[in-house]
C-alpha cells in the first residue's frame, strides 16, 4: 500500500510539474515562421503572460452573449477583421472563440474572447491574453490596425497601403 502511495504522490508531482511547465506558454526563443519574417511578433509574443502556475487559473472569456432574450443575432463586432494589407486576418466568432490566420499559416493563433463595450479580451490556447478597442469598423489590438473586411474604413486604408 506505501509503495502504490509514493507512486500516485510521484504521478501527481510529475503532472503538476508538467503542467506549469505548459503554462509557461510557447518558447520565446523559437525562430519565426518563414511567413512572419519582416512582420512585428504577435500580439501573444507582447500580452501578458499568464499567471503563476500557484494562482488560480483565469475564467477563460466567453464570449458576449447577443442582447435581448431569444435574440439569436451575433454581436456587433463578430466577423472578419484585417489588416490593411490582409497579412494579418483575425475572425471572431458568434461562440466567442477567434482564429486568426498570418500569411498562408491558417488558425496560427486561436482562443477565447469577450467584448465589454468597445473592449476586447483575448486569451489564446496557450494561456497568454491580450486585449484591443473597437472604433467603429477599426480594431486596435497588439500594436496592430485591423479593419472589418469589406468595410469603407478597410477600402480606405486599402487605397493607403
Keep these: 500500500m506505501t509503495a502504490r ?8 508531482v510529475l503532472l503538476a510539474g508538467g503542467l506549469a511547465a505548459c ?7 523559437r525562430p519565426a515562421a518563414p511567413d512572419d519574417a519582416g512582420q512585428e511578433p504577435p500580439p501573444s509574443a507582447t500580452a501578458t503572460p499568464p499567471p503563476s502556475a500557484t494562482a ?5 472569456p466567453t464570449g458576449t ?7 439569436a443575432s451575433p454581436h456587433p463586432y463578430v466577423g472578419m477583421w484585417v489588416t490593411a494589407d490582409g497579412h494579418i486576418r483575425q475572425e471572431l466568432l458568434a461562440n466567442g472563440r477567434y482564429d486568426e490566420a498570418r ?8 482562443g477565447s474572447y469577450r467584448v465589454i463595450g468597445t473592449r476586447i479580451e483575448y486569451v489564446d490556447d496557450t494561456g497568454f491574453s ?4 473597437f472604433d467603429g469598423d477599426v480594431l486596435h489590438h497588439g500594436g496592430y490596425v485591423f479593419y472589418r473586411e469589406g468595410s469603407d474604413a478597410h ?3 486599402g487605397k493607403g497601403s
Excluded: F, K, M, W
Design 5 to 12: 502511495l509514493g507512486t500516485v504522490v510521484s504521478v501527481a
Design 23 to 29: 503554462a509557461v506558454g510557447p518558447d520565446p526563443g
Design 56 to 60: 488560480t487559473p483565469p475564467t477563460p
Design 65 to 71: 452573449p447577443p442582447t435581448g432574450a431569444g435574440d
Design 103 to 110: 500569411g498562408e499559416r491558417q488558425s496560427a493563433y486561436t
Design 130 to 133: 491580450a486585449d484591443g478597442t
Design 155 to 157: 477600402r480606405r486604408a
